[in-house]
C-alpha cells in the first residue's frame, strides 16, 4: 500500500506536546518529594535546602505546565483542522461513528479502523477530560502559592474548599496524570505499530501518513 505525508499538526501544538509532558514529569518527580521528603530539610554540614530547592524547580515547571495550557485552549479555538476542538469530540454524527469504531479496534472486536489525520474521538474525550483537569492543577497549585494573595484565596475557597482539601485533590489529581502517561505511550506505540500512520514521529516533524487514494 502506498502512503501520502500530510501536515497534521502545526510548530505550536508540537511545543504545547512537549512542554507540557516534560513539566508533567518534573512536576510529578518533585510533587512526591515535597509529599514526602527522604533528606533532611537542610543537608547537616552544607548550606542547600533541599525542599525549598524542590519547591523551586516545582514552581518553575508549573509555569511551564499553565503557558502549555494556555498554548493549548488557544489551539482549540483557532488552531489547524485538527488541531481544534470540534474536530475529535463526539458532538457530530461523523464523530460518534468514530468513537464506537475507535474503541471496537482498541478491544479487537473489529480490524476496521477509521484513519483520520487528527485524534480519534476517543483520544479527544480522554485529552479533553486531562486538559480539563489540567486546570484544576493550575487553580489548586496556584491557591496554594498564594496563601496572601486576596483574588487566589477568595476563589480558590469558593471552587476548592480549604486549603488542606485542595491539597490533597491536588495529589490525587496527580495520580490520573501517571496513569495517562503511562496508558498515552502504550496506545501511542501500539498504534504506531498496527496503523503505520507515522503517529510517533509526528509529534517531531508534524507530519502523518495516510493511505494514498490516487
Given amino acids: ?8 499538526w502545526s510548530v505550536l ?9 516534560l513539566s508533567v514529569v518534573v512536576l510529578v518527580t518533585t510533587g512526591f518529594y515535597i509529599h514526602f521528603p527522604w533528606t533532611n530539610t537542610m543537608l547537616e554540614g552544607g548550606r542547600s535546602f533541599p525542599v525549598a530547592t524542590m519547591f523551586y524547580i ?16 488557544y489551539l482549540l479555538l483557532f488552531g489547524n483542522r485538527q488541531e481544534r476542538f470540534w474536530d475529535f469530540l463526539p458532538i457530530t454524527p461523523k464523530n460518534i461513528v468514530n468513537l ?3 474503541i471496537a479496534n482498541y478491544l479487537y472486536i473489529s480490524d ?7 485524534h480519534n474521538t476517543l483520544a479527544g474525550i480522554f485529552y479533553l477530560v486531562t486538559f480539563i483537569l489540567g ?10 502559592l498564594y496563601p496572601e494573595n486576596v483574588v487566589w484565596q477568595t476563589w480558590g475557597l469558593r471552587l476548592l ?11 490525587l489529581i496527580m ?4 496513569f495517562f502517561a503511562f496508558v498515552h505511550l502504550y496506545i501511542v506505540v501500539w498504534s504506531d505499530i498496527w496503523h503505520k500512520e507515522g503517529l510517533i514521529s509526528s509529534i517531531v516533524n508534524g507530519r502523518k501518513y495516510t493511505p494514498d487514494k490516487s
Fill in 135 to 144: 486546570l484544576v492543577q493550575v487553580l489548586s497549585g496556584f491557591y496554594m
Fill in 1 to 8: 500500500m502506498r502512503y501520502q505525508q500530510n501536515l497534521a
Fill in 175 to 178: 495520580w490520573y496524570f501517571i
Fill in 58 to 73: 516545582h514552581f518553575i515547571a508549573a509555569f511551564v505546565f499553565t503557558a502549555a495550557l494556555l498554548a493549548r485552549l
Fill in 161 to 171: 474548599g480549604p486549603m488542606q482539601q485542595a491539597r490533597y485533590l491536588h495529589y
Fill in 13 to 21: 501544538l508540537r511545543l504545547f506536546h512537549w512542554s507540557f509532558a
Fill in 100 to 102: 464506537f469504531k475507535t
Fill in 112 to 118: 476496521k479502523y477509521d484513519r483520520r489525520l487528527g
